[in-house]
């Protein structure tokens, strides 16, 4: 009795660590209108076999387009538009954003991965870029995905330990779902031979500014494109106040100034 109540307990934590197991999309803001989407895993992984993979973007109703995707292992993304018109037709949405279902079709990917460490799933070129309003990964729970039966849900289609396939996608990591586009209006020059760090990051309480150059101020701005902060500190600045999300860091410098990204917890 002994032996089969041991072998129950072990059974119930397998599959409870197997159930566990996930990715975290993310979305990157690679530079100008450049973008990726990200997976971060919560376990280690050797030779996982990636099946397909979906999700769905939301960007501002209008003429903008998601192009130049990258590949997957050699593998091809699709990007299928949902305008806001046809979205409204459906009696789902407001009429202000147009829709990409971004889908890898089903295959066969070996890969192999480390606990935390994110890899790309997909790059992105966002065309006609709008100067207004958020690119977003779109939430499965959203009405948007509720409404289309889940044709549009995020999923992460794998085989992970040589038993069969499953949807390991697990949500999306914290202040990485969305990016506002009202951040690109904020001038970004490139400063040769200039380092800059920016930790920890993510922050909570503190975060501090450090450069071979002189600062003269930082401005902190949230993901609306608002300025929450200015400050001419940089060895401790207090970031208490600051609601948890994604900031854009502005460092003027006597040079120039520069963009960074700090996530606050």
Do not use: C
Request: no cysteine; aromatic share 8%; proline share 4%.
């Amino acid at each position: 009795m002994k032996q089969l109540y041991t072998v129950f307990i072990f059974t119930i934590i397998a599959l409870t660590s197997h159930a566990q197991n996930g990715y975290e999309f993310a979305l990157v803001h690679d530079g100008g209108n450049m973008f990726s989407v990200t997976a971060t895993p919560n376990f280690d992984g050797t030779d996982t076999d990636v099946s397909d993979i979906g999700f769905a973007l939301m960007l501002p109703a209008g003429v903008n387009d998601v192009i130049n995707l990258s590949q997957f292992n050699g593998r091809a993304w699709s990007a299928t538009e949902v305008t806001a018109a046809q979205l409204t037709g459906l009696g789902l949405g407001d009429g202000t954003r147009d829709g990409f279902a971004m889908n890898l079709p089903p295959g066969q990917t070996i890969l192999s991965h480390t606990n935390g460490i994110a890899f790309t799933l997909v790059s992105f070129e966002v065309s006609n870029t709008p100067t207004s309003g958020l690119l977003e990964i779109l939430v499965n729970d959203d009405p948007i995905a509720l409404g289309l039966g889940g044709a549009v849900d995020s999923f992460y289609n794998s085989n992970i330990d040589v038993t069969a396939t499953s949807n390991y996608f697990s949500g999306l990591t914290p202040g990485s779902e969305s990016f506002s586009f009202s951040t690109l209006s904020i001038n970004e020059v490139t400063l040769l031979a200039v380092s800059v760090k920016v930790f920890p990051n993510p922050a909570s309480d503190i975060v501090t500014v450090e450069s071979n150059v002189t600062i003269k101020n930082i401005e902190f701005y949230d993901v609306l494109g608002k300025r929450v902060l200015t400050t001419t500190q940089t060895n401790v600045i207090g970031i208490e106040q600051l609601p948890a999300g994604v900031y854009i860091l502005k460092i003027n410098s006597l040079e120039g100034s520069l963009t960074k990204r700090l996530v606050i917890k």
